[in-house]
């Protein structure tokens, strides 16, 4: 393979310049100043030791637990709420396929992908401990993940477009402490518990992984 000339790398660094301001735009409008801080004071006052939060991506996990389904909920519940579902997903996705293949998927390019698929980010046997977390992350807002020492948790901060002096309370939806506190690979950006099961944490930008590194 040929090296590519200093003219497309320039061009290149240029891009990838370019997606980093937009990405820092779009992180300034989502993530509003003071969250972070708030998040932190909480559980300082919590744990009584230094914190690290971070903001965490889209909560449209996908699950590989048996007695689960792709989005998180429970096999044989629901079921008439997931017929129409079911439908209404048919039809979408069919108008999808059809956007797509207008605007050149089908060539190679890949740039179109369903609006319906879920990364896999939960997996583990029947009864997960992960589930103690997934569960309840699925319906959050503003999720943040709390890390210190000796405990992890996920604090709910709502809305990060509003001021923070107008924004709603901070909810703790999950936490865990040393011994009872799963395994946490921070470059990983994996928690795993005792039972096998693990939850792969999306982070909200290349803003979030920077502070991660």
């Known amino acids: 393979m040929t090296e590519p000339s200093p003219a497309r790398r320039r061009a290149a660094e240029k891009i990838f310049a370019h997606e980093e301001r937009l990405a820092a735009q779009r992180y300034e409008r989502e993530v509003r100043p003071g969250f972070r801080e708030r998040v932190e004071e909480l559980m300082r006052g919590e744990w009584g030791e230094p914190v690290a939060a971070l903001r965490l991506g889209d909560t449209s996990l996908g699950f590989e637990v048996p007695g689960r389904r792709l989005d998180g ?11 129409f579902w079911n439908i209404l997903r048919g039809v979408a996705g069919g108008a999808w396929a059809v956007f797509a ?7 190679g390019g890949g740039r179109w992908g369903s609006p319906f698929e879920r990364e896999i980010r939960v997996k583990g046997p029947a009864n997960a401990l992960a589930l103690d977390l997934a ?23 709502g809305s990060a477009y509003l001021d923070p002096a107008d924004a709603a309370p901070l909810r703790i939806i999950w936490q865990a402490r040393k011994p009872q506190a799963p395994e946490v690979d921070v470059h990983g950006r994996t928690i795993t518990w005792p039972d096998g099961s693990t939850f792969r944490f999306p982070l909200h930008s290349s803003a979030e992984a920077q502070r991660l590194r």
């Open 73 to 83: 909920t429970v096999k044989g519940r629901k079921l008439v709420r997931r017929f």
């Open 101 to 107: 293949l207008v605007n050149g998927a089908g060539s």
């Open 135 to 157: 569960d309840p992350l699925r319906s959050v807002k503003g999720p943040w993940l709390v890390l210190s020492r000796s405990a992890v948790a996920v604090v709910d901060s």
